[in-house]
């Protein structure tokens, strides 16, 4: 494989090199002055890329191409169109038009709209995108042509998590290129975000899966007994990866590299069962596309390796759930890290004003961090090693925490060691990072960007690049219009720093983000502690949010109302499905197992005082099984009730009943089926257990 990774890589994407073969030099320019400038596409120039973008996919096998989507469901969509169009003969031909490539339609009133669209208004649009590279799919129907594209209603509102995205990469440029302007950079033409996106997953067996309808349904166990072995001792972080394990990832690996996705990293991750792959960064448009497609090829790979892939935040408790470490920072066209110290950080002013944007930013719109990593299933990653979503806090590392003091103090402080030795003469010198990690913080800098750790293992990265985006944007336009009307340039760039220092000095904390301490420091400093999603969703409605989006033009208030019933009605639906599957679990699995084996028990105890056998222990047992099955009567009837009371028409007061009623009736008969499971014997129990499917042959 190794000799074919040059010949694999990019096969089946229309990138840049494709473009510049097929098209015609004065097209291509053309293209590149829409996707670096916004310059408008000719509909004549569009027939000539789209009849060459059908020509390739053709020529590899493509008889159908789809408009790719991100609808607000966390998943993409597609519908597929035959390239065929009838001919003058009465046959066909193979056609893509420059209209087509531009333009799609799709039942706008069947996706997630929050009411921006009726059940009566079925008409949407796709529109293509031509920022992100075309590419193919390869599954069982054959080859299909897939076209990244926008989604909107038809009178124009986003439906989709790329719309959004675009729109606050424009107003990160926007004013981006303003600072840079000021410091004299005429060379910039274009300033993007570049993501990296770390993304953790489980693998269990397919059997499992199969046997577990908790899972089947929902993605995640709601019901299970503690395993005998816990995470420590499984020793499963960095371990040697499995042979099975080795086939998905070199499989993933493969397809990855087939779309372009530049697949650099894997490893086992903390828990058993859990692993990690990495891509290398791209422009923050391109990295979230590429991350849809990295969860789809990974349950792809897995079901055609008879496993299953694991993608919710939560799969089984007591151990780590899945995040999604969005690696973000700011990069010009020319190459130019903005986010980078340099190695004399307290001297690099543009570093600084950039650095101070993004405190400013994360302080002051800390609730919409929160909320773009707000879902019912993250709200349960909590527990483990895992950096709490309640407070939002920003790690900088002893090294700038030292040049923000000198900064403050104007009172300069040695400069901290950096070669580590050994003390082994054959060993290297190694030169620390600028800073140290920090996994308890949501938000740390890490070196030349900033890796925020809150998003979960299935959600779309879309909706926390749009924040970061937005939130960085209104900084950078703060600070701008500061130095614009600045007599001396130079103090005046101190004092903006130092006035951010001041003024925002609450949000950075270099600790221990898991302790009880932080979460006691953090209500004393007056930071957001959103407990949950429901609350989280709120911030929607805050007059503050809706003037910051639409003032960057990101969201319209309409945009923003149809989210908000969007998350609200999502979250209610999963808390609500949970219920139904715990329920539905206990009494036609878990309920007559144990009757069963009461029955059984009362049998095998009449048997043996007939044969004057001392019965004492076999009926404690059996008064033990007794209880905890009239336990599970009882929580079972409580969900049932529950479950069965009509919510309320409005949605928040529906979310709110969810979340406090159906979810805690939910997690309590989960509790009783998990005491009930300790006390049957392993053959009784209908379903497979934690032991079994996180200590199964492919782990050893």
């Known amino acids: ?130 920022t992100s590279p075309a590419f193919l799919k390869e599954d069982a129907g054959g080859i299909t042509l897939c076209i990244p594209t926008a989604f909107c209603s038809y009178n124009g509102e986003a439906l989709d998590q790329k ?77 040697a990866i499995t042979d099975r394990v080795s086939r998905f990832m070199n499989e993933l690996d493969e397809e990855l590299w087939k779309l372009g996705i530049t697949a650099k990293t894997k490893h086992n ?57 969005n690696n973000w920072s700011i990069g010009t066209d020319t190459g130019h890290n903005l986010l980078e110290p340099g190695k004399t950080p307290y001297d690099n002013a543009q570093f600084l004003i950039f650095l101070s944007a993004v405190i400013r930013a994360v302080d002051k719109h800390a609730a919409l961090l929160r909320l773009s990593c707000a879902s019912s299933s993250n709200d349960r990653r909590l527990g483990g090693d895992e950096a709490p979503p309640a407070i939002i806090s920003m790690f900088l590392g002893d090294d700038l925490m030292d040049v923000i003091e000198k900064v403050k103090s104007n009172v300069e402080q040695p400069e901290r060691a950096q070669a580590l030795r050994f003390g082994v003469p054959t ?51 703060h600070i701008a219009t ?95 499905l949970e219920g139904r599957v715990v329920a539905d679990m206990v009494r036609r699995q878990v309920a007559p197992a144990c009757l069963e084996y009461l029955s059984r028990m009362a049998g095998n105890i009449v048997a043996a005082r007939a044969s004057g056998l001392d019965c004492k222990g076999m009926d404690e047992d059996m008064v033990d099984i007794d209880d905890a099955g009239a336990l599970l009567r009882r929580r079972l009837f409580e969900l049932e009730k529950a479950l069965e009371t009509p919510l309320p028409a409005d949605k928040a007061k529906a979310a709110a009943i969810a979340r406090d009623d159906i979810l805690v009736k939910t997690q309590k008969l989960g509790k009783a089926c998990d005491k009930l499971e300790r006390l049957l014997p392993r053959s009784v129990w209908p379903m497979p257990t934690f032991d079994d499917m996180l200590y199964e042959d492919i782990q050893v």
Request: proline residues 3%; negative net charge.
């Open 1 to 130: 494989m190794a000799s074919k990774i040059e010949e694999v890589f990019g096969k089946n994407l229309f990138h840049d090199e494709v473009l510049r073969e097929r098209l015609p030099a004065q097209t291509y320019e053309a293209l590149q002055q829409t996707i670096q400038n916004g310059a408008e596409l000719e509909l004549q120039t569009a027939d000539v890329i789209a009849d060459a973008m059908m020509k390739w996919a053709v020529e590899r096998g493509a008889t159908h191409y789809t408009h790719w989507f991100q609808p607000l469901t966390g998943i993409t969509a597609e519908k597929h169109e035959s390239f065929i169009e009838p001919d003058e003969k009465g046959g066909v031909t193979l056609r893509l038009s420059g209209k087509r490539l531009i333009k799609g339609e799709s039942d706008a009133s069947s996706f997630p709209s929050g009411g921006l669209r009726a059940t009566f208004e079925a008409r949407g649009y796709t529109a293509w995108d031509c």
């Open 163 to 239: 719309t959004p995205l675009l729109r606050s990469m424009e107003a990160l440029n926007k004013h981006a290129l303003r600072i840079l302007r000021l410091f004299g950079d005429n060379e910039t033409k274009r300033v993007v975000s570049n993501v990296g996106a770390e993304q953790e997953y489980f693998l269990i067996d397919k059997e499992f899966l199969n046997r577990r309808w908790d899972i089947k349904l929902t993605g995640k166990t709601l019901m299970g007994a503690a395993p005998l072995k816990g995470q420590a001792a499984s020793r499963h972080y960095y371990g």
């Open 269 to 325: 991750e903390a828990a058993p069962c859990q692993h990690e792959m990495a891509p290398v960064y791209a422009t923050a448009n391109i990295a979230c596309d590429q991350n849809q497609l990295v969860m789809e090829m990974m349950k792809k790979v897995a079901d055609r390796q008879g496993l299953a892939c694991l993608l919710t935040e939560k799969p089984f408790p007591y151990i780590n759930g899945s995040g999604k470490h």
């Open 427 to 477: 060993l290297p010198e190694v030169y620390r990072d600028a800073t140290d990690r920090n996994r308890t913080s949501p938000f740390a800098f890490t070196g030349n960007k900033f890796e925020f750790r809150m998003p979960g293992a299935s959600q779309s990265l879309s909706e926390c690049n749009t924040v970061l985006n937005t939130i960085v944007a209104e900084s950078l336009d």
């Open 482 to 576: 500061r130095l614009e009307m600045a007599d001396d340039f130079a103090a005046e760039v101190r004092e903006i720093f130092r006035d951010i220092l001041f003024g925002h000095e609450r949000i950075l904390f270099n600790g221990d983000g898991y302790s009880k301490e932080w979460h006691e420091e953090a209500a004393r400093r007056g930071l957001p502690i959103i407990t949950d999603t429901v609350n989280a969703i709120g911030a929607l409605k805050n007059a503050s949010t809706r003037l910051l989006y639409e003032r960057y033009g990101v969201f319209t208030a309409s945009e923003l109302d149809a989210r908000y019933e969007v998350l609200l009605e999502q979250y209610t639906e999963q808390i609500v």
